[in-house]
């Protein structure tokens, strides 16, 4: 059914506002115990009393969703109404004028309004505060304060980040989300990350550092994999231990952790070795080490030591023909010496 047929069947009209769950969670802004107003009448959704109406909100990832009731007359019962006398005051008694609210469904809004109101708009704002940037404060605070720091992540968890957490990004997660919302709101979109393919490599390094939770090695991985920079070498401990154990590099010998560095240094250590596509190969020293591939290398070091074997064999037992030769000649003068003699 279209949304007109929705609206024209007397289904609740929605309006929206842009607004990301890392800015406003309805469940604790309203949950917390310092509001008074407000009741959660359905799964996500809220009911209270601002500037002289009743409003219900709920929200999903990017957009805060609210209908307001202007009439006493705006929701039909169906058995399964509340009055907002009871439901906002928490008492049963009704009084005259009272607007009668309907106990939400769950599900996300299906009837949207083209014209919203922009009065409700600026309410919405002022009332949330929604012009000032939560994300940067809890950044600022998090700097300051290391426990803040810890404390916030319990409330900044939003969904998204919670969906990633699902699909295997563990840790990642938190700064995957919190880089793409970066890079839409402060780089215009993806084209600045197409952009970067065509900057030299220093520069990109540089560009994607400014990201959440990107140090050098993941930096470099970027440029590797997606921005055709083919002479970048991620370096991390595990590369670093390669270059010392198989390649005799000294970089960072007597320090105990992975500086710029020395991360600099490894890095035009191979780079100078391998040629311009030095990352590429990094990358097959760098699977022939991990343990998963051990034991493929194992099976090709087999192989290897069963060649040597059989050259071995072959090469003595060549060197055994020519003594049974030798001997064989040998004897062979010695019977003629005695026949002619």
């Given at each position: 059914?279209?949304?007109?047929?929705?609206?024209s069947a007397?289904?609740?009209?929605?309006?929206?506002?842009?607004?990301?769950?890392?800015?406003l969670?309805?469940?604790?802004?309203?949950?917390?115990?310092?509001?008074?107003?407000?009741?959660?009448t359905?799964?996500?959704?809220?009911?209270?009393?601002?500037g002289?109406?009743?409003?219900?909100?709920?929200?999903?990832?990017?957009?805060?969703?609210y209908?307001?009731?202007?009439s006493?007359?705006?929701?039909?019962?169906?058995?399964?109404?509340?009055?907002?006398?009871s439901?906002?005051?928490?008492?049963g008694?009704?009084?005259?004028?009272?607007?009668?609210?309907?106990?939400?469904?769950?599900?996300?809004?299906?009837?949207?309004?083209?014209?919203?109101?922009?009065?409700?708009?600026?309410?919405?704002?002022?009332?949330?505060?929604?012009?000032v940037?939560?994300?940067?404060?809890?950044r600022?605070?998090?700097?300051?304060?290391?426990?803040?720091?810890?404390?916030?992540?319990?409330?900044?968890d939003?969904?998204?980040?919670?969906?990633l957490?699902?699909?295997?990004?563990?840790?990642?997660?938190?700064?995957?989300?919190q880089?793409?919302?970066?890079i839409?709101?402060?780089?215009g979109?993806?084209?600045?990350?197409?952009?970067?393919?065509?900057?030299?490599?220093?520069?990109?390094?540089?560009?994607?550092r400014?990201?959440?939770?990107?140090?050098?090695?993941?930096?470099?991985c970027?440029?590797?994999?997606?921005l055709?920079?083919?002479?970048?070498?991620?370096?991390?401990?595990?590369?670093?231990?390669?270059?010392?154990?198989?390649?005799?590099?000294?970089?960072?010998?007597?320090?105990?952790?992975l500086?710029d560095?020395?991360?600099?240094?490894?890095?035009?250590?191979?780079?100078?070795?391998?040629?311009?596509?030095?990352?590429?190969?990094?990358?097959?020293?760098?699977?022939?080490?991990?343990?998963?591939?051990q034991?493929?290398?194992?099976?090709?070091?087999?192989?290897?030591?069963?060649?040597?074997?059989k050259?071995k064999?072959?090469?003595?037992?060549?060197?055994?023909?020519?003594?049974?030769?030798?001997?064989?000649?040998?004897?062979?003068?010695?019977?003629v010496?005695?026949?002619?003699?």
């Amino acid at each position: 059914m279209s949304q007109h047929a929705l609206l024209s069947a007397g289904t609740k009209s929605w309006h929206s506002l842009a607004c990301s769950r890392s800015e406003l969670r309805l469940d604790l802004t309203l949950g917390c115990g310092q509001s008074f107003r407000w009741r959660e009448t359905g799964d996500g959704h809220w009911t209270g009393v601002m500037g002289g109406r009743v409003w219900t909100l709920t929200q999903t990832d990017d957009t805060l969703w609210y209908h307001t009731y202007n009439s006493p007359n705006a929701i039909g019962g169906d058995g399964r109404k509340r009055r907002a006398g009871s439901l906002l005051q928490g008492s049963g008694k009704r009084s005259k004028g009272v607007i009668e609210v309907k106990e939400e469904e769950e599900g996300e809004p299906v009837a949207v309004t083209p014209d919203p109101d922009r009065k409700e708009e600026e309410l919405l704002n002022d009332y949330f505060q929604l012009k000032v940037k939560l994300g940067d404060l809890y950044r600022d605070w998090g700097a300051a304060d290391p426990h803040f720091n810890s404390i916030a992540k319990i409330f900044t968890d939003n969904s998204v980040e919670a969906r990633l957490r699902d699909l295997g990004f563990g840790y990642r997660a938190r700064f995957l989300q919190q880089s793409a919302r970066q890079i839409l709101d402060s780089h215009g979109g993806p084209h600045w990350l197409q952009g970067l393919r065509s900057v030299p490599y220093l520069q990109a390094r540089d560009a994607l550092r400014t990201l959440p939770g990107v140090g050098p090695k993941v930096a470099d991985c970027v440029c590797l994999m997606s921005l055709e920079k083919a002479c970048v070498v991620p370096v991390d401990t595990h590369v670093w231990q390669i270059a010392k154990r198989d390649y005799s590099c000294a970089a960072g010998n007597g320090q105990k952790s992975l500086t710029d560095k020395v991360h600099r240094q490894i890095g035009d250590f191979f780079r100078q070795l391998w040629g311009p596509y030095a990352g590429w190969a990094h990358s097959v020293l760098f699977c022939s080490d991990l343990k998963k591939f051990q034991k493929l290398k194992e099976t090709h070091c087999l192989k290897q030591e069963e060649e040597k074997k059989k050259v071995k064999i072959k090469v003595e037992g060549e060197g055994m023909n020519k003594k049974i030769k030798k001997m064989c000649n040998r004897k062979v003068k010695m019977c003629v010496k005695e026949e002619v003699g």
